[in-house]
């Protein structure tokens, strides 16, 4: 074996040689391992007795994709480029074999290379698309040449990672080799291709796949359209298309330089400049200063789910997703029965799109056992209470969980803000106690605030955390305050857009500025969805504010047919004039003038408080990072990825315009858009909030 650099091998096996790259933790194509791959193949051209080449990885995956912590610096090693041509244009047949994930620059080496293997394990994926960015090594060129125009544009805009099986049955892998031995698989099939004398089949020559969409416009712009919802707001998903256009239309080289001129205006561009940083503080979050990743961990092999109404169904399901046995219980029996009734009809909806077979329904259901006794839980290793917001309710349970559960239990609420100190302080074990703050749908949304109490132990938080993971969730580790990280800075806009309707501006102006900003809805559309009932009782009604005069009128959302909106047969929603004379009127009670708000007025008012209430968590120590904060806000409140969330926003705008934005709105309207020291001090210094852009 000979040491062609630090992360890369090459060995000989009988004729075939065998470069092999083990830069952990993804094998990224750093300068190293593009170095060391263009050596390799130095290596293994001028070695007389070797007639084909394996290209593999050490480690837990083949290349996943280009060092994303590069872009932008200066251009260190070998190209890429340079890498590709002289494995495409290698006199003897190279093979690329797959496990783990071939990605981005991954898979656009192995697309290089004459043949791929892969264990049936492995995925491959485009999903630049995910970092803002196209395939710009070649990817957008070579794939539509090997799977059609229609799965490349697919592949490209979603950035899914295709298991082996679908590779192998749309010919991006030739050959699947038994699990857990792949060497000797791939060395198998390289003799195979020495022994036929099989041709060097070059991605870049083959035509088929592609000649009959040339010159056909409409193939894309049917594509766009179909998809002009998932993409809406990004500019990644065009980017890409036009590169798979290019590939169609224009020669092999002239596509690569469309691909390479697109890619270099994308990478320069904000977006993907806040979709990187999303990637990383996705990551970051995982990480705890004063927890480390050796801490131990509790096992967890059995759940306890208090409360079968939405929340804890959801919650049920994630577990059981994860083949986790789980144990949920209920007051009465009609309402556990109801409970269990959602998540099967949930479970059937998904195997009714194919997400999961009929079996597997089966099986997650029989995870489930349903109680009507707290006791049940005496051998549960994690219990989760979701039952409803009262803190007396949740004392007298977390009471009750104290006397039962076994020692090392972990206990854990999922209140969205109550004071979980207060609910700890009634066990005799508040070390055990911790917030799990799932988001509805639980078994849907991927944000898990992991709420740390005062005495909440190392052991309890390392093992939420890595929970967490395991059942597919973003975990961010947050302190206790009112309403946590996110409904702390969701309350700062809530109240501002309430203030602007106060002020004149009608609800689907603040709705319409909100959804252009990137927002899948505004407050008040989503207000309508939910319910404005929520929280609301009749009796107790006065006619105090708008949402009460909506309700007593009986519009309580889109399930009356009418909320702030007015809405049509098919939950179309369109302004009301009835809305809108009942805002008039309270405005003319107040005494006060409605204005003219512009668009500019209400962003600003929205979002530089929700800014400044995130350096206020900051400045308190409830959030460890500004990422962490845009992380909660990108995963659990459709803040726009590549706007990247408040604090990193926040930074793009300029902190200087944002303080002197909550020191407008502190002259015209009092204390409470006080600017947070924090803010100060950074916009005087010229800096961003920290990690965050
Ligand atoms: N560059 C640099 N670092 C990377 C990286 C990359 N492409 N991919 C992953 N990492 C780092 C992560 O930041 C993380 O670092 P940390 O341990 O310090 O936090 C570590 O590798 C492990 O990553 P994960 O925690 O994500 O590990 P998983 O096992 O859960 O997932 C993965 C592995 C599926 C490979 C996932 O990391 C991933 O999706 N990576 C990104 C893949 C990608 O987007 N590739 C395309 C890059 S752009 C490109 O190739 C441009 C080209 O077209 C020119």
Redesign the pocket.
């Known amino acids: 074996m000979t040491a062609i650099n630090d992360v890369t091998d090459y060995t000989r096996d009988g004729e075939v040689g065998v470069i092999t790259l083990n830069s952990p ?2 094998n ?1 194509l750093s300068a190293g391992v593009r170095d060391g791959l263009a050596e390799g193949m130095k290596a293994a051209l001028a070695d007389a007795g070797v007639k084909a080449v394996v290209l593999i990885c050490e480690g ?2 083949f290349i ?6 590069e872009f932008g610096g200066p251009q260190k090693g070998a190209s ?1 480029f340079e890498v590709q041509n002289a494995i495409e244009g290698a006199a003897k047949p190279v093979v690329a074999a797959i496990h783990g ?1 071939a ?3 991954g898979l ?1 080496v192995a697309l290089t290379c004459h043949y791929r293997v892969a264990v049936p394990s492995a995925r491959c994926g485009l ?2 698309v ?2 803002g ?1 196209l ?3 070649g ?1 957008t060129q070579r794939l539509p040449r090997i799977v059609g125009v229609q799965k490349a544009l697919e592949m490209v805009t979603s950035g899914q990672h295709v298991p082996a099986k679908d590779c192998l049955a749309m010919g991006l892998v030739d050959e699947l080799v038994e699990e857990g031995r792949l060497r000797d698989g791939a060395l198998a099939f390289a003799r195979k291709v020495i022994a036929e004398n099989r041709p060097l089949k070059r991605v870049r020559d083959l035509e088929d796949k592609i000649s009959a969409a040339r010159d056909q416009p409409e193939i894309f712009a049917a594509f766009r359209k179909a998809n002009a919802r998932r993409f809406r707001g990004f500019l990644a998903p065009e980017y890409n298309i036009r590169c798979i256009e290019a590939a169609v239309n224009e020669p092999f080289d002239d596509g690569l330089k469309t691909e390479r001129r697109l890619f270099a205006e994308v990478l320069t561009g904000p977006q993907s400049a806040a979709q990187r940083y999303g ?2 503080a996705e ?1 970051t979050a995982a990480k705890i200063p004063d927890v480390p990743d050796d801490t131990p961990v509790i096992p967890v092999t059995s759940v306890g789910i208090i409360g079968a109404g939405t929340m804890g169904g959801g919650i049920a399901m994630n577990f059981a997703n994860a083949g986790i046995a789980v144990t949920l219980v209920e007051v009465k029996a009609e309402a556990l029965e109801r409970g269990l009734a959602v998540v099967r009809k949930n479970y059937e909806r998904t195997a009714s799109r194919g997400g999961i077979t009929s079996a597997q329904v089966e099986e997650r259901m029989a995870l489930i056992r349903g109680s009507l006794s707290l006791d049940d839980l005496a051998g549960a290793d994690l219990v989760i209470e979701a039952v409803f917001e009262r803190m007396d309710i949740k004392k007298d349970i977390f009471a009750r969980l104290d006397a039962i559960c076994k020692p090392g239990a972990i206990l854990a609420t999922n209140t969205s803000g109550l004071n979980i100190d207060e609910i700890a302080s009634v066990t005799k074990r508040p070390e055990a106690v911790i917030g799990l703050h799932f988001f509805s749908p639980a078994n849907v949304m991927k944000l898990l605030e992991v709420v740390r109490a005062d005495h909440t132990s190392k052991e309890v938080i390392a093992t939420a955390m890595k929970l967490a993971r395991r059942i597919g969730k973003i975990a961010v580790l947050v302190g206790v305050c009112p309403g946590f990280v996110g409904n702390r800075i969701l309350g700062a806009r809530q109240r501002e857009a309430q203030k602007l309707v106060m002020e004149g501006a009608m609800p689907w102006d603040i709705d319409r500025v909100l959804y252009d900003f990137g927002f899948p809805m505004g407050p008040f559309a989503m207000s309508d969805l939910a319910g404005l009932d929520i929280g609301w009782v009749k009796e107790r009604s006065k006619g105090e504010s708008i949402r009460d005069v909506l309700c007593e009128m009986d519009r309580r959302g889109q399930k009356t047919g009418a909320g702030y909106y007015d809405y049509d047969e098919n939950r179309n929603a369109s302004p009301s004039p009835v809305t809108e004379k009942i805002i008039h009127d309270f405005i003319a009670r107040s005494g006060a003038n409605p204005r003219e708000i512009s668009d500019e007025e209400i962003l600003e008012r929205c979002l530089f408080p929700m800014v400044n209430e995130g350096a206020k968590i900051l400045e308190e120590g409830k959030a460890i990072r500004a990422s962490d904060i845009d992380v909660v806000w990108q995963n659990g409140y459709g803040w726009p990825v590549y706007r990247g969330g408040p604090m990193f926003w926040g930074g793009q705008v300029g902190l200087d315009k944002v303080l002197a934005g909550m020191r407008r709105f502190e002259a015209t309207m009092g204390e409470a858009y006080k600017p947070a020291a924090l803010l100060e001090t950074l916009a005087q210094e010229g800096k961003r909030f920290p990690g965050a852009g």
Do not use: K, M, Q, S
């Open positions: 933790p993804v990224a837990r995956t996943a994709g280009a060092d994303i912590t890429l994930t990605l981005g620059g656009e999903p630049e995910n970092l960015l395939p710009g090594a990817g990637f990383f990551r």
